[in-house]
């Protein structure tokens, strides 16, 4: 006796029919004589009757509880008109049960199978499969199915080929840690899992497969953030002789797809483009959210004509002074605007915000007003933007913490205090010609700001050539042939235009201090292999978990994927990471030793 329907399928045309359904019991609503139960799977729910007129049949429905698997023959009969349920497909039938078996019995549950049941993030993740049959996850991953089956459409009919790379690899530098694997056979020796199949998918290319993509899993040991997974999936993609309009359009291509096939909406294309360097200037960070304005802008030439002190001290340190409108903000109290617009630009180094408000007779009040002539202030506002009933806020300091604190005030005042960015609204921007090079405080020496196979701009290489490698060289002029593409604030894809010349590449390892021992030791195999006839190249990778789950409206990509980790790294359902017995780790050369403190 084989299911002949789903739990989501029957409807008011198969009145009569006799079938069988399997699944899970929702719910059991027993008045004695008469019985209900809710019968779930993946694709809904069907009410199943049993009748007073079958009381052996009722007798057993009586022992069944939550969650046990049945498996039951009946006949479809229509509702009652007042006990059709129009919020469900299957409401206007019901199964009137013949027979059932029980095919499987549930102990009882630690938490409601349904989306309104409340449940620690801790329970759902100890029972995640549990978690899984709530309807709301399983409408996440048939959506994310959705998603990475039409990018595979869309890659194939942009001919690319599906290839798989090594999970057992060397390490590729993406600047996070990399997890490690014994080797049992080559003692005291390692594979690193891949931070990404950087380097395998640009030797694709060296190897004339030409268009290369994989739903690709990454690895990086980083101390967690809330929203981020130790292992993640991109949508890994290359192609040879192609620049960055060709990876865009591929790239959009698959996006529409992705949003058409997950959501049903259709995103328009192109995506518009922005500089870095505009983005700093009217964004004040990398990853506009561009679902509203408040722009900023940049003051210092008027700020620093007046005396107030906070903007003059700024600028004489080589600091800049950057304002932003608040719509509406004359009505925001003290309060707003001295300590919760104040707390969101604190942790970016902001000592103050000052503020301005215009009132509806166009009278200015706030701390700077008295140091400043009218003109002066108009000027500003103009500038601003800024009109009867706003209020402006400025920050006055070094570039980065300007930048930094605006943007974040920008954000919040955009997506949580005024509201005018949409949940449902998706913005993707193009950010390009990014620096190449970033000078790391901490280790006193330059980094790639994206990874090292990303390309000068060509109208820079000549800046870099020539560049020493100390902190004030310049090297930070020098932009690369990197981008990254931004949706509603978030980064969702980096990529670049590779070096494809062994020299140029050979720089870029000097410009960051890597020895050439430690070049031929780590990348030997790539550089050599750029020798051997590199076509141009050009590649990208879109991360599938934040998409989809940004297109779903979660902030947490734990929601989109079956068996997460949770924000220390652990499985709680299987308690990985896990102890390994000695003699395990014996036959691999390696020796607990005690953490130090
Ligand atoms: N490997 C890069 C990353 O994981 C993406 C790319 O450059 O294609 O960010």
Redesign the pocket.
């Known amino acids: 006796m084989k299911r002949t329907h789903t739990c989501g399928e029957l409807r008011k045309s198969d009145v009569g029919q006799t079938v069988t359904l399997a699944g899970w019991v929702q719910n059991r609503r027993d008045h004695g004589g008469l019985m209900f139960i809710d019968l779930r799977d993946r694709y809904g729910l069907t009410q199943i009757v049993f009748d007073t007129a079958r009381p052996e049949v009722l007798k057993l429905g009586h022992e069944v509880r939550a969650e046990w698997v049945l498996q039951v023959a009946g006949k479809v009969l229509a509702r009652p008109g007042d006990m059709v349920n129009p919020k469900m497909a299957t409401g206007e039938i019901e199964l009137e049960v013949d027979a059932f078996n029980v095919l499987s019995r549930s102990i009882a549950l630690p938490f409601e199978v349904d989306d309104y049941a409340k449940v620690g993030e801790e329970a759902r993740m100890t029972y995640r499969y549990l978690d899984l049959r709530r309807p709301r996850m399983q409408k996440n991953l048939a959506a994310r199915h959705r998603v990475v089956h039409a990018i595979r459409e869309t890659m194939a009919r942009h001919g690319f080929l599906e290839i798989e790379t090594p999970i057992l690899a060397k390490s590729t530098p993406?600047g996070a840690r990399d997890y490690l694997v014994p080797s049992r056979v080559h003692w005291g020796r390692y594979y690193a899992l891949p931070?990404?199949?950087?380097l395998f998918?640009q030797l694709c290319m060296i190897g004339g497969l030409d268009r290369y993509y994989q739903i690709a899993r990454?690895f990086r040991d980083e101390d967690l953030r809330a929203d981020r997974q130790p292992e993640f999936t991109?949508l890994?993609?290359?192609m040879s002789f192609a620049d960055q309009e060709d990876v865009f359009l591929v790239c959009e291509d698959a996006m529409k797809a992705a949003f058409g096939a997950g959501i049903g909406v259709d995103l328009a294309m192109p995506f518009p483009r922005m500089s870095y360097a505009d983005a700093m200037a009217k964004y004040g960070c990398d990853k506009p959210d561009l679902r509203f304005g408040l722009e900023l802008s940049e003051v210092t030439d008027l700020a620093a004509a007046a005396e107030f002190k906070v903007f003059r001290a700024a600028v004489a340190q080589g600091g800049i002074v950057k304002g932003i409108v608040i719509p509406g903000g004359e009505s925001f109290s003290r309060r707003d605007l001295d300590v919760e617009l104040l707390d969101i630009a604190k942790p970016y180094g902001a000592k103050g915000l000052a503020w301005v408000k215009i009132g509806s007779d166009g009278a200015y009040a706030g701390a700077p007003v008295k140091f400043f002539g009218k003109e002066q202030l108009d000027a500003i506002a103009a500038r601003l933007r800024a009109k009867p009933g706003d209020a402006m806020a400025f920050s006055a300091d070094q570039p980065r913490v300007v930048n930094a604190g605006l943007a974040a005030v920008r954000n919040f005042l955009g997506q949580a205090k005024l509201g005018l960015a949409k949940p449902d609204d998706f913005k993707f921007v193009w950010i390009t010609e990014f620096p190449a090079f970033e000078w790391s405080l901490e280790d006193k020496r330059w980094q790639s700001a994206?990874?090292p196979f990303?390309s000068i701009h060509p109208d820079d290489v000549d800046i870099m050539l020539s560049a020493g490698l100390d902190a004030d060289s310049g090297l930070d002029r020098v932009r690369s042939a990197a981008y990254d593409l931004v949706l509603n604030g978030t980064e969702t894809a980096?990529?670049?235009v590779r070096i494809h010349d062994p020299q140029l590449q050979r720089k870029v390892f000097q410009a960051l201090g890597v020895a050439p021992d430690q070049i031929k030791e780590r990348f030997g195999f790539f550089t050599d292999a750029l020798r051997y006839g590199t076509p141009p190249h050009a590649?990208?990778?879109p991360g599938i978990d934040r998409i989809v789950a940004m297109m779903l409206g979660y902030d947490n990509i734990r929601e989109v994927i079956a068996f997460p980790k949770n924000a220390k790294a652990v499985d709680l359902m299987s308690d990985a990471p896990g102890n390994v017995d000695a003699k395990q780790l014996g036959e691999l050369g390696v020796k607990n030793v005690e953490k130090p403190e």
């Open positions: 993406e931070q990404s199949p950087q998918k990454c991109q890994d993609l290359e994206h990874h990303t980096s990529g670049s590649g990208i990778a």
